[in-house]
């Protein structure tokens, strides 16, 4: 008999919000999000940085700037990563040259750089 390994929820729940990133369905990946948050299972730094991901391919610079917001106000603490400020970054990228979002771009490449890491 082939003995598979356990995977965990969050892991399934995370495989499947980062091929939503991929495709850019951010729409799909924040009801991912919102289906693990109702079974109990908590986001993760992955999580965040797939949903930023998502959002920027999706060209969705609110959704991002709002998933970055949550990883940030996070309970538990998590941390951003070099990953984490790339995908804000790319979203600001992709969105209107409006002078808001290249401040907020600058205000995140800030933080980055302040965290250690710059941005990817």
Known sequence: ???FPTVSALTVFNAFVDA???RGDYARAAETV???RARGVSPNVRTYNSLITAAARANDL???KA???AL???PRGLEATDRTYGAALSAA???APAAENVRWALETYERALSAGMGAN
């Open 72 to 74: 940030e106000s996070d």
């Open 62 to 64: 609110p959704a991002a």
């Open 1 to 3: 008999m082939i003995a």
């Open 20 to 22: 939503c990133a991929r």
């Open 93 to 95: 990228a992709n969105g």
């Open 34 to 36: 919102a289906t693990m």
């Open 67 to 69: 998933a970055l917001a």
